[in-house]
């Protein structure tokens, strides 16, 4: 049984449609990519899924539970954990308080975070605001696993940080991959590391999922297709 | 220790240093004094909850002051006419008892809250600051048109409550009290910015659609923050009408609402002691300015201008730096 599916979704913002057709289905302990070009309806899919926008049409079921008509907040406590796009975090608040606002019971302590991220433990009373851009990206994934997520989604997770920051979050992905047995539906644009931690893909196309498999299957006709790579 | 730290101590230190000072130079009317800026002090600390904290800017606290002075003045009022307040369902009796007074103060301006939140907490910005503004004056036109508590004239009271052990009409003695909950008030806000719920009331005021992604419902937790912070200015409303032993529909005014803002302002929002300074300072400027000119607040609002263009951070944040403190 799916964890998250979502089947035929639409979406709008005020009178345009930004999602026609799009179904998904994450498995516990799944890792899947959401994949396509800038534009496509990507970061919109997971506004839905966290209930941040409604969806006018089609149906989102969370373990199982119908989640029309539940509010963010509830869909969070539910166990759908998000990491925005563009590394938000309250810039006002410190590292540590930024993790304690989010705390809900469960594995995922400050101790768990810092284990995960050694450099967040380092800066512990630093205001989330005056960290660097990887070092709120860490931040961000570590407030989310303190909601004890049974589902965390990453949203462009790696966007505009430099190479080494990034191979620290791809292995902090493969290691919740390995250890924890958390569904995972990750965002990104590199195709390489995509295939290394994902179970399945699903290719967004203006608004519509139309291509749903192993990334292993997905072939370079495809992904120039797709994806522009 | 941190810069704000210290600066907090001195400050603290100052309030109980002024009137000590007046007590050993038999000075009364500066103790009086330095009451009365404590008591704002607790008004303001309690909308700096709401407003600093928050972010919710209320034009309607005044309400909530009102009605714990006005708990405190019927309570009384019928405690020296020996008469009840009420006969059915069951009697019940006015009283002369500080501690009793606050208790009822404390749990009729935070139902109050607790309503007027419920129902401008839907809303946001000047919407919310405009609701909040026409409940305060709502209860402010009521207290008017209410005669059998003094309508427009308000209501004296002839004795001044009291507290056990205590010789409550001892200027130095009203005053120790006053501190003291400045003091007990100022350690549970310390403690509540510092808790979880704290953390998710700033992190509400700094993105609401981010708060909710991680399990927060914001509008629960500013309902919490206002009915706390309502709460606690009803309570400095039932020490400042023991302390002018009088109170009338004025304490509803939006003037009052205003003052407490300007308090918060003055000290800087947000700080943790920026209302004990606003306070402090408004006090003295309105004994010493009104004493130079009755138009003394065309002066104050030049400082307060100043303070606004030159020190956004209000005083606090002007001696120590920008940054706020949240420990």
Same mark, same amino acid.
């Given at each position: 049984?799916?964890?998250?599916?979502?089947? &035929?979704?639409?979406?709008?913002?005020?009178?345009?449609?930004?999602?026609?057709?799009?179904?998904?289905?994450?498995?516990?302990?799944?890792?899947?990519?959401?994949?396509?070009?800038?534009?496509?309806?990507?970061?919109?899919?997971?506004?839905?899924?966290?209930?941040?926008?409604?969806?006018?049409?089609? +149906?989102?079921?969370?373990?199982?539970?119908?989640?029309?008509?539940?509010?963010?907040?509830?869909?969070?406590?539910?166990?759908?954990?998000?990491?925005?796009?563009?590394?938000?975090? @309250?810039?006002?608040?410190?590292?540590?308080?930024?993790?304690?606002?989010?705390?809900?019971?469960?594995?995922?302590?400050?101790?768990?975070?810092?284990?995960?991220?050694?450099?967040?433990?380092?800066?512990?009373?630093?205001?989330?605001?005056?960290?660097?851009?990887?070092?709120?990206?860490?931040?961000?994934?570590?407030?989310?696993?303190?909601?004890?997520?049974?589902?965390?989604?990453?949203?462009?997770? +790696?966007?505009?940080?430099?190479?080494?920051?990034?191979?620290?979050?791809?292995?902090?992905?493969?290691?919740?991959?390995?250890? +924890?047995?958390?569904?995972?539906?990750?965002?990104?644009?590199?195709?390489?590391?995509?295939?290394?931690?994902?179970?399945?893909?699903?290719?967004?196309?203006?608004?519509?999922?139309?291509?749903?498999?192993?990334?292993?299957?997905?072939?370079?006709?495809?992904?120039?297709?797709?994806?522009?790579? | 220790?941190?810069?704000?730290?210290?600066?907090?101590?001195?400050?603290?230190?100052?309030?109980?240093?002024?009137?000590?000072?007046?007590?050993?130079?038999?000075?009364?009317?500066?103790?009086?004094?330095?009451?009365?800026?404590?008591?704002?002090?607790?008004?303001?600390?309690?909308?700096?909850?709401?407003?600093?904290?928050?972010?919710?800017?209320?034009?309607?606290?005044?309400?909530?002051?009102?009605?714990?002075?006005?708990?405190?003045?019927?309570?009384?009022?019928?405690?020296?006419?020996?008469?009840?307040?009420?006969?059915?369902?069951?009697?019940?009796?006015?009283?002369?008892?500080?501690?009793?007074?606050?208790?009822?103060?404390?749990?009729?301006?935070?139902?109050?809250?607790?309503?007027?939140?419920?129902?401008?907490?839907?809303?946001?910005?000047?919407?919310?600051?405009?609701?909040?503004?026409? @409940?305060?004056? $709502?209860?402010?036109?009521? $207290?008017?048109?209410?005669?059998?508590?003094?309508?427009?004239?308000?209501?004296?009271?002839?004795?001044?409550?009291? @507290?056990?052990?205590?010789?409550?009409?001892?200027?130095?003695?009203?005053?120790?009290?006053?501190?003291?909950?400045?003091?007990?008030?100022?350690?549970?806000?310390?403690?509540?910015?510092?808790?979880?719920?704290?953390?998710?009331?700033?992190?509400?005021?700094?993105?609401?659609?981010?708060?909710?992604?991680?399990?927060?419902?914001?509008?629960?937790?500013?309902?919490?923050?206002?009915?706390?912070?309502?709460?606690?200015?009803?309570?400095?409303?039932?020490?400042?009408?023991?302390?002018?032993?009088?109170?009338?529909?004025?304490?509803?005014?939006? &003037?009052?609402?205003?003052?407490?803002?300007?308090?918060?302002?003055?000290?800087?929002?947000?700080?943790?002691?920026?209302?004990?300074?606003?306070?402090?300072?408004?006090?003295?400027?309105?004994?010493?300015?009104?004493?130079?000119?009755?138009?003394?607040?065309?002066?104050?609002?030049?400082?307060?201008?100043?303070?606004?263009?030159?020190?956004?951070?209000?005083?606090?944040?002007?001696?120590?730096?920008?940054?706020?403190? &949240?420990?």
């Amino acid at each position: 049984m799916s964890l998250l599916r979502l089947d &035929h979704v639409s979406a709008f913002y005020g009178a345009s449609q930004a999602l026609f057709d799009v179904s998904l289905a994450v498995a516990p302990g799944e890792v899947v990519a959401l994949m396509g070009r800038n534009g496509m309806g990507k970061s919109t899919t997971v506004k839905v899924i966290c209930r941040l926008l409604r969806n006018r049409g089609g +149906t989102v079921l969370f373990d199982g539970a119908d989640m029309a008509g539940v509010p963010a907040h509830r869909a969070a406590r539910a166990g759908i954990g998000l990491v925005p796009e563009g590394r938000r975090c @309250f810039g006002n608040l410190t590292v540590r308080e930024n993790l304690i606002a989010a705390a809900r019971k469960g594995p995922w302590d400050e101790a768990a975070v810092a284990a995960l991220f050694p450099r967040l433990g380092e800066r512990w009373g630093q205001r989330a605001s005056s960290l660097s851009g990887g070092e709120q990206q860490m931040l961000a994934i570590g407030r989310a696993l303190m909601t004890n997520p049974r589902l965390l989604i990453l949203d462009e997770a +790696t966007e505009g940080l430099a190479p080494v920051i990034r191979q620290e979050i791809w292995a902090a992905i493969a290691r919740l991959r390995g250890e +924890t047995g958390l569904a995972i539906l990750v965002i990104d644009k590199s195709l390489a590391e995509l295939r290394r931690v994902a179970d399945r893909a699903v290719v967004l196309e203006k608004g519509r999922s139309v291509w749903t498999g192993p990334l292993d299957a997905l072939s370079p006709a495809l992904a120039e297709t797709y994806l522009g790579v | 220790m941190r810069r704000e730290h210290r600066l907090n101590a001195l400050i603290l230190g100052l309030v109980l240093a002024v009137p000590l000072w007046a007590w050993a130079t038999s000075e009364p009317f500066t103790i009086t004094l330095a009451t009365r800026a404590v008591i704002f002090a607790i008004a303001g600390v309690g909308l700096n909850l709401a407003l600093g904290t928050g972010g919710l800017v209320s034009l309607g606290h005044a309400a909530f002051f009102g009605i714990g002075g006005y708990a405190m003045g019927i309570l009384a009022s019928h405690a020296q006419t020996y008469t009840p307040l009420f006969e059915w369902p069951f009697v019940l009796e006015g009283t002369k008892s500080m501690p009793v007074i606050w208790l009822l103060a404390v749990a009729a301006s935070a139902l109050a809250a607790l309503m007027i939140g419920a129902l401008s907490l839907r809303t946001s910005g000047v919407y919310f600051i405009m609701i909040t503004l026409a @409940f305060g004056q $709502m209860f402010y036109y009521f $207290m008017i048109s209410w005669p059998a508590y003094g309508g427009e004239d308000g209501l004296s009271i002839y004795v001044r409550n009291g @507290f056990p052990g205590l010789n409550t009409l001892d200027p130095i003695q009203f005053f120790a009290l006053s501190f003291a909950i400045l003091c007990a008030v100022l350690y549970l806000v310390t403690r509540l910015r510092a808790s979880a719920f704290g953390l998710a009331l700033g992190a509400a005021r700094q993105n609401e659609a981010r708060t909710r992604a991680v399990g927060i419902d914001p509008y629960r937790v500013r309902l919490l923050a206002f009915t706390l912070s309502g709460a606690i200015t009803g309570l400095a409303g039932a020490l400042f009408a023991d302390l002018n032993r009088f109170v009338s529909p004025v304490m509803f005014s939006w &003037h009052t609402s205003g003052e407490l803002i300007v308090f918060i302002i003055l000290g800087g929002v947000g700080r943790l002691m920026g209302p004990v300074l606003g306070a402090a300072l408004y006090v003295a400027l309105e004994h010493h300015l009104g004493g130079l000119s009755d138009y003394w607040q065309i002066y104050f609002g030049a400082i307060l201008l100043g303070v606004v263009l030159f020190a956004r951070g209000g005083l606090i944040g002007l001696i120590v730096g920008r940054e706020t403190a &949240h420990d």
